[in-house]
């Protein structure tokens, strides 16, 4: 694997024009697009528009004048093209945080006589927090249960309500069979919930396919939708008749009539709960519109073509001999991110930032680069195993510096 | 009350350069302030700066070079100097809706006794939803019992846990005296929640002093802060050892550690759930800045001076025979908005807005005012007068376009 090659791979990929599309500073490459996707420049276009026209202009008419008030449905609309969702089954809406804790009630309401929500103790932190919270708060006869990743198959039984997952994981890449999970599940009569933060726009989601009961998932990642970007809720047409506990009134069937009692909308949108943040609702609708030409699919081998550049020069390279790839990387049986653990974690992901190359650290002892295929080419990523190459032959990640851990999301 | 009156009482208006710092169009007199304020020059220039450079430039490395993740906060702080509360207290995040469910499910927890919600069938339908969403949530035992405005202090018993009430009413602008009642609920043993969504940037409001427990409150209304610009959360010191169930990463002692169990932060910042949208945090702290420059005692003061315009003229105008005053209005017992019933409202509202002048129509026969000081001059109150007299004297509500309602908020 050399320059050379990485060049006529970068010749022949059909996506290497996509990045242009994108604003990202000429002496970075930035392989943290699956933590924060970075700008689009029809994203900055918008957010421009809807601050100066919508806002400054439209004022108030906006709510009907420029839809403001449909828009948590026609950026659902557009987010659920991407993951196999029919129409009419997808909201953007609050946090993955939030949208969890209203499906994860949502579910329980389902299975009254049940009381175990199940997970994996490798999920993501905040789906475990949240899935404490709301046990704690429905009492003493609710139990989260977390186990080992393996052991989740054999937990189902009876007394699991909910089965609750992150289809890629965050620290290792890997990512479950969805649909074996689910059709396991529901022969124990288990309703799953799945975060699709670290798949969506990486790899292809077939939720309705895979008779999906209920998913979350983060715009702020794969999507380019801007940081801290609303998330979005997916909901199967079978389960919309339930009722979510955060009942705000956008989510009310007549929200402008300001009746005293709630009364749930038809369909999706009852998992609204308050006032959706328009600016960086409308940001991600701009972001959306670049999935109209392509199909993830193409996405996801271009991301296992990026691997492969760095699989091979750690097979073949001295510098790179203490590290060893963590999860199974982009492919059938991962995400689009490539997982390494090294003793100096830390340090590297450090020095490599301050050469240009931004990736991420991932506690206690990973190196987390993701290969987001819109806006990367191979010779950014060969480049990219270049600096990290030149950081660990001179031990800069040693800089005294990198001792303290700032936070880094 | 004539023109040159106005003119004179402009001159005189120590606030009057303000409306400067607003790009407001010209053509526009702009009576909506409370349900969505304006754009902000310095906003503007905000978010510019927060797509382009934060984002777009430094992206991912923001969240510690440009301290978005104090973000929550620092806008915190900047809205807890409004609002008498001392350093600690305040968090912003999420929507009104959902940081009044935190609360009201963390007031619960400290009546573990106590069963029942109090609130006034006239509080905003969003918070009495949320308590109706939360009360199902925790089972049969739970109430939420809601009264006449009248009733509410004689039902204040040993069974009530908490009392839930927007301190200006969205309809009648009619305030509590929240002292008295912090006072009345704390001899019964009743925590208060205060939504100050009408309240924040119109009237003093003095938490500490008041002895206030809880509050909420919206950013995008008296703040300016942007379309569905997040929403903030008061905490009394005295109850920040308390939990709320929305416990998302963002509220962890140390979220960066991606830990299995949740470990609430000390103070207010467990107040937090998922990733905060940073655009929109953003607009709101920028919007914050104005407030450093005025006194909030002058910016009520000139809401009545502003109502007074409008009660002349109703007073003696024929034209105006059929509007009847609803609520106080401007002054020691009233927010900063003027209602006013017509049978026509609707219509009435509508014909306005076509002629320039954006008011707010509510169900069922409400015409409301927001007499925002920031940007108003008695000038514009004068000719928004002058236009409602016009409408309502060729009729032109009758519009059959006028018919039907759309969604107006």
Redesign the interface.
């Known amino acids: 694997m050399n320059l050379e090659t990485c060049i006529k791979l970068d010749r022949r990929d059909e996506l290497a024009d996509l990045k242009n599309r994108f604003?990202?500073?000429e002496d970075?490459i930035?392989l943290?697009g699956n933590?924060?996707g970075?700008?689009l420049a029809i994203?900055?276009e918008r957010?421009?528009d809807t601050?100066?026209r919508?806002?400054?202009?439209d004022?108030?008419?906006?709510?009907?004048k420029n839809d403001?008030?449909n828009l948590p449905v026609t950026v659902g609309e557009k987010i659920a093209k991407l993951i196999g969702a029919a129409p009419g089954q997808v909201l953007c809406a609050?946090?993955?945080?939030?949208n969890l804790?209203k499906v994860l009630?949502a579910a329980l309401t389902l299975r009254p006589e049940r009381n175990v929500v199940l997970s994996s103790?490798d999920n993501?932190?905040?789906d475990?927090?949240?899935a404490?919270?709301?046990t704690?708060?429905?009492?003493n006869d609710y139990e989260l249960r977390?186990v080992d990743p393996e052991e989740v198959l054999a937990q189902l039984s009876d007394s699991v309500a909910v089965l609750m997952l992150t289809e890629v994981n965050f620290?290792s890449g890997k990512r479950w069979d969805m649909k074996a999970v689910n059709t396991a599940a529901h022969a124990a009569g288990v309703l799953v919930i799945w975060d699709l933060s670290h798949s969506i726009g990486a790899v292809p989601v077939e939720l309705d396919h895979c008779m999906t009961d209920f998913a979350v998932g983060c715009g702020?990642k794969y999507l380019n939708g801007?940081?801290?970007?609303?998330?979005f809720v997916y909901v199967a047409e079978r389960h919309q008749d339930v009722?979510?506990?955060?009942?705000?009134?956008?989510g009310?069937v007549r929200?402008?009539?300001?009746?005293?009692?709630?009364e749930p909308a038809d369909g999706i949108r009852r998992f609204s709960?308050?006032?959706?943040?328009?600016?960086?609702?409308s940001?991600l609708d701009a972001a959306m519109n670049i999935w109209e030409e392509i199909d993830v699919v193409s996405v996801q081998q271009k991301s296992e073509s990026l691997a492969t550049v760095i699989r091979e020069r750690l097979r073949h390279e001295a510098a790179f001999s203490n590290l060893e790839l963590f999860g199974p990387g982009p492919g059938p049986e991962g995400g689009s991110q490539i997982s390494m653990r090294h003793p100096n974690a830390y340090g590297i992901v450090q020095a490599m930032?301050e050469r240009g190359v931004?990736g991420?650290f991932?506690?206690p002892n990973i190196v987390r680069f993701g290969l987001c295929p819109l806006f990367l080419s191979h010779v950014d990523v060969y480049n990219a195993m270049n600096r990290m190459a030149e950081v660990i032959k001179s031990k800069a990640y040693e800089d005294p510096r990198f001792s303290s851990?700032?936070?880094?999301?």
Chains 1, 2 share one sequence.
Do not use: C
């Open positions: 604003i990202i500073p970075v930035y943290d933590s924060l970075p700008l994203v900055k957010v421009n601050v100066n919508e806002w400054g202009t004022l108030i008419t906006s709510w009907n403001w008030i609050d946090s993955v945080s939030v804790f009630a103790d993501f932190p905040t475990l927090y949240m404490q919270g709301l704690k708060l429905r009492g977390v620290k702020y801007g940081p801290g970007a609303p998330a009722q979510q506990p955060l009942s705000g009134w956008m009310h929200p402008f009539d300001f009746r005293q009692d709630y709960s308050g006032t959706p943040g328009i600016i960086g609702m940001a930032i931004i991420d991932r506690a851990r700032a936070f880094v999301t």
